[in-house]
């Protein structure tokens, strides 16, 4: 009986020393650590693409790449963790076409003629639409049979004069972009 005794007075003070216990603290989430991490560790295309080399030509600091490939063609898509827009893909497809189908066939309307990029490119800009505002597309023949497009897409409300300088940019950041080195 003495035994009985022990254990129930054991347990009535477990339970009381329970009973005393304090509330739970709710303590804050950890603060979101931010990591620099390169655009060309996402692979594919955007090993081509450098965020300091991008902000130097456009005036703009990115922070998050994607990369996909399809067939023969290779993309990246860079923009800021914070925002969707502005945006800036690059697009590298292999082909076998010649400067002279390049011209006829893969220029747009009222492009302008670029000089000093690839066998033969491109530049033009185009009107605000669909939810977005104007974009900027530098297009290249590059060497070794590649096809490169540099596409601009700004948010909407921005101003038309503000892409069509940006694109001299975009001209420059082209020809930094090696589309041999997929």
């Known amino acids: 009986m003495h035994g009985r005794s022990v254990v129930a007075g054991v ?3 477990l339970a009381a020393g329970c009973a ?3 509330e ?13 991490v390169p655009a060309a560790s996402s692979g594919g295309a955007c090993r081509l693409l450098d965020f300091a080399v991008i902000e130097e030509h456009a005036q703009v600091r990115f922070d998050v ?6 067939g023969d063609s290779h993309t990246c898509v860079v923009r800021s ?4 827009l502005p945006e800036l893909t690059l697009t590298v497809t292999e082909t076998s076409i010649d400067a002279t ?9 009222k492009a302008t003629k670029v000089t000093g990029l690839g066998q033969k490119a491109y530049r033009r800009t185009g009107a605000a639409a669909g939810g977005h505002g104007p974009v900027a597309e530098v297009g290249w023949l590059a060497g070794g049979g590649r096809l490169a497009t540099l596409h601009w897409t700004s948010p909407k409300g ?3 004069g503000a892409v069509d300088d940006l694109v001299t940019g975009l001209v ?3 020809k930094k972009v090696d589309t041999g080195a997929l």
């Open 11 to 13: 347990a009535v003070l």
């Open 20 to 22: 005393a216990e304090a």
């Open 24 to 36: 739970p603290v709710a303590v804050p989430p950890p603060a979101p650590v931010s990591i620099d």
């Open 65 to 70: 790449a994607a990369a996909s490939a399809r």
């Open 81 to 84: 963790g914070t925002a969707s």
């Open 101 to 109: 189908t390049f011209t006829e066939d893969v220029v747009p309307a």
């Open 158 to 160: 921005t101003d038309r």
């Open 172 to 174: 420059e950041l082209a």
